[in-house]
């Protein structure tokens, strides 16, 4: 059994689980979750994503037997910060600046 996760998006499990019912695939959704027996899911996933027109949405693979289907949204869109050294996430300037000074860096 694959799941396929929809991120709490019910209307899209909706539209998701429709298109794979008229592509006769059988499938049950449990509120954003999508469960199939298929083995092609990322194909399948898609060939979806493509033909509804979602070209902001993303899939990935969670592990062996979940995919999350979502829009990947940059952190920087909630007001973090990254070092752009490492990745590492903080909330503030203060905390960049005394995150990246344990690299080395010298910041004015």
Known sequence: MITIDCAGDTELADKLVNYLKNNGIDCTQEDSLVLVT??????????????TRRVEYSILKSDLTTFVVAKVVPIEDFGLLRCNICGYVVSSEEELTAHQRAHGIQLL
């Open 38 to 51: 298929l083995n092609e899911v990322e194909k399948i996933l898609k060939m979806f994503l493509k033909e």
